[in-house]
């Protein structure tokens, strides 16, 4: 059994003024754009993480966080308020630096998102993963998520998917 021994800094709030920054980090993380869409991902994808949001949403529901250290921006989380339901919050996108997955950072930083979603309010933490991502259904099973449905296919740039959609109730602080 891996021990959680990294402890990430706080998050911080990121603003379309990170926009750049993430699309470094977004660079940085070919692997999953390739595997999501077929194609790397660009500047637009970067902005769009700020910005996308079910049409019944607006852009303020929404936190996007942050990791930094001295060599910069290495981890995004985008966070819905009340989505779908009151009191639950959809874990709308996460993502790593390549180089420092597998270092205990992914479940350090998801107990700080499940820390920080409770003392907001929250209940229980939704989110989706692509069925071909078996990673990161493996990660997320590891961290007490069930399985609620499989939907899709939708189509994410060149390429169509089936998602899974996990819940996990919130441990209150």
Aim: aromatic letters at 10%.
């Amino acid at each position: 059994m891996v021990r959680e021994t990294f402890q990430c800094p706080p998050p911080m709030e990121l603003s379309e003024a990170d926009t750049s920054d993430v699309a470094s980090l977004f660079a940085r993380c070919s692997d999953y754009f390739l595997l999501q869409d077929g194609v790397a991902s660009n500047l637009d994808d970067a902005k769009e993480l700020f910005t996308d949001v079910p049409p019944e949403k607006n852009v303020r529901d929404q936190t996007v966080l942050g990791w930094r250290d001295g060599d910069g921006l290495y981890a995004v989380a985008a966070i819905l308020r009340d989505y779908p339901l009151h009191r639950t919050w959809y874990l709308g996108f996460m993502i790593v630096d390549a180089s420092r997955r597998g270092s205990g950072i992914g479940r350090s930083i998801y107990a700080q998102i499940e820390n920080w979603t409770a003392a907001r309010g929250a209940s229980e933490i939704r989110l989706a993963v692509l069925e071909v991502n078996e990673a990161g259904e493996r990660f997320w099973r590891s961290r007490g998520f069930h399985e609620l449905r499989r939907v899709g296919p939708d189509t994410f740039k060149m390429r169509s998917h089936r998602r899974v959609e996990f819940g996990r109730r919130v441990n209150s602080a």
